[in-house]
């Protein structure tokens, strides 16, 4: 819904409306309250569903490329769902495929056994 256009509509109207009210309230501390205090409870709301949007789009972008390595042959199937490991387990091989992409196009590395020890789980 934060993402439409009714969104926006309401949150203009209520601008709007606070805007007009203000010479009835005679801009006062409790009409410019009302407008502040409303704010931040909507921005405060709002980093939640950014939060949960991200979340399942980057969720489904994971599962897209899971399935690009799954159908893909020869490519590495322990690469699935690598997202689950922690930043730790994700070095040596992040330093693994820069090695091997050095090895490929023929600069600096030989080898790609310099990195640390690859995760079991991902062997």
């Not at 509509?9 to 407008?35: C, E, K, M, N, R």
């Not at 042959?73 to 693994?96: D, M, T, V, W, Y």
Request: glycine share 4%.
């Amino acid at each position: 819904m934060t993402g439409h256009t009714t969104a926006f509509v309401w949150a203009l109207l209520l601008v709007v409306g606070w805007t007009l009210s203000g010479p009835v309230f005679h801009y006062s501390d409790t009409w410019q309250l009302f407008i502040n205090t409303v704010t931040n409870l909507v921005t405060f709301l709002m980093v939640f569903l950014i939060q949960r949007s991200q979340n399942k789009d980057t969720m489904a972008l994971q599962l897209k490329v899971n399935e690009l390595i799954a159908a893909q042959k020869g490519a590495h199937n322990s690469l699935i769902a690598i997202e689950q490991l922690s930043e730790e387990e994700l070095k040596p091989l992040h330093c693994r495929f820069i090695r091997l992409a050095e090895v490929a196009n023929g600069r600096g590395a030989t080898s790609i056994d310099t990195c640390r020890t690859i995760p079991a789980r991902m062997r």
